[in-house]
Nanobody, 127 residues
Framework: QVQLVESGGGLVQAGGSLRLSCAASGRTFSSYAMGWFRQAPGKEREFVAAISWSGSSTYHADSVKGRFTISRDNAKNTVYLQMNNLKPEDTAVYSC????????????????????WGQGTQVTVSS
């Protein structure tokens, strides 16, 4: 089990940038694949990006490819989401998740409700 705490959300103008952080507790962080998700009001949770345990593989949703970049620093037990060229439609609560997995990440990587989730951080992009 790992506990996750997101931070870095806030209000930003369209075209701006923001970096989210997800700090994890425990000594087994490097055994977890990590993911970022977002949920806008009235909409279902949406996958944003995932990164493998070592950081050697990443996968980003089509909606954020070229704009968002997921990364991790296992020495700091932290995963990041660098968000550039933000758009109003990026407005959502962003949450991170941890999944025990040593596999590469891709379209079939799943994060279940039984996996570890953070509380989320609000990102608001104004037009």
């Amino acid at each position: 089990q790992v506990q996750l705490v997101e931070s870095g959300g806030g209000l930003v103008q369209a075209g701006g940038s923001l970096r989210l952080s997800c700090a994890a507790s425990g000594r087994t962080f490097s055994s977890y694949a990590m993911g970022w998700f977002r949920q806008a009001p009235g909409k279902e949770r949406e996958f944003v990006a995932a990164i493998s345990w070592s950081g050697s593989s990443t996968y980003h949703a089509d909606s954020v490819k070229g704009r968002f970049t997921i990364s991790r620093d296992n020495a700091k037990n932290t995963v990041y989401l660098q968000m550039n060229n933000l758009k109003p439609e990026d407005t959502a609560v962003y949450s991170c998740a941890a999944k025990l997995s040593l596999r590469t990440v891709g379209p079939r990587t799943n994060f279940a409700l039984s996996d570890n989730w953070g509380q989320g951080t609000q990102v608001t992009v104004s037009s």
